[in-house]
Every structure is written in structure tokens, then in C-alpha cells.
């Protein structure tokens, strides 16, 4: 497993697929200190509490699909308060 994404070639797909989500594109470039914390999911907010339990820093509001043939599909979990939460990679979660 690479240690980090691509950020930018996600920042691509977003703009392909969702062009009028400028909010999710700026969300990634500001998206810092991501970590690995499975073998598919790349975190960029962690939380000791539960996600969505009062003084959770993890507000979780929606979640957006990016279709990515040579390497499988993308799901970016979006926050509440409009940082991206992680990165799951499908592709690897089956490995």
C-alpha cells in the first residue's frame, strides 16, 4: 500500500464527474496529515468518539461516489462543517 493518495488526480475526477462541486475540490486541497487507517480507507479526521456523537470532531453530512476505471472507485466521506472526513478505496478493501 502506497503511503499517500494522489490528491491531485482525485482533485481531477472530482472536476470531470461533479463540476459543480468546487466546495468538495477545495475540501481536498486543504485536506492535510492523512494516514492509512485500514487497508482501503484514508483518513484525514480522526476522532476518539464515535462519529456523530455530541463533541465528535466526525459530523459526518454526505457521502459522493467518483468512478475510477484503471484503479477502482472512490468514495469521499464530506463533513458537516464541509472537511473532507477520508478516502475509501473500494478496490482495496477486497484485497
Known sequence: MN??????????LVKEQEPDR????EAL????GGYWSSI?????????IKPNKPGSNWQYD???VIEQKEKGDIVI?????GRI????????IDK
Do not use: P, T
Open 3 to 12: 503511503d499517500n493518495i494522489d490528491i491531485e488526480n482525485i482533485i481531477k
Open 22 to 25: 468546487q466546495d468538495i475540490v
Open 29 to 32: 486541497r486543504s485536506s492535510k
Open 40 to 48: 482501503g480507507y484514508y483518513c484525514f479526521v480522526a476522532s476518539d
Open 62 to 64: 454526505e457521502c459522493m
Open 77 to 81: 466521506d464530506l463533513l458537516k462543517d
Open 85 to 92: 472526513g477520508g478516502i475509501e478505496f473500494i478496490d482495496l
